[in-house]
């Protein structure tokens, strides 16, 4: 599969936000939730403006799958640049 960590880290997105949304009344899971969302570190910043959680759910979920594509596009140029100099 090309896209691994895209779809295995986007996963992960998926899960906090499901976790976060049935258990967002408990402690430890809006600490995971908030120490895990990316967006969620920049969300005091605009707090006075509402966001809507949904927002902060997709942007999460986003934020996931672009970490996921970052290290997939290191891995393929990692792997063709070790067989270059083979």
Known sequence: ?????????????VALCILHYFGHEYDPIYLLFYALSVPAWFYPIFKYTNINPLIL??????????????????????????????
């Open 57 to 86: 759910y997709i942007l999460t979920i986003a934020s996931w799958a672009v970490i996921g594509y970052c290290i997939d596009r290191f891995a393929v140029y990692r792997h063709s640049h070790s067989r270059d100099h083979h």
């Open 1 to 13: 599969m090309r896209y691994k960590y895209t779809s295995w880290l986007t996963l992960i997105g």
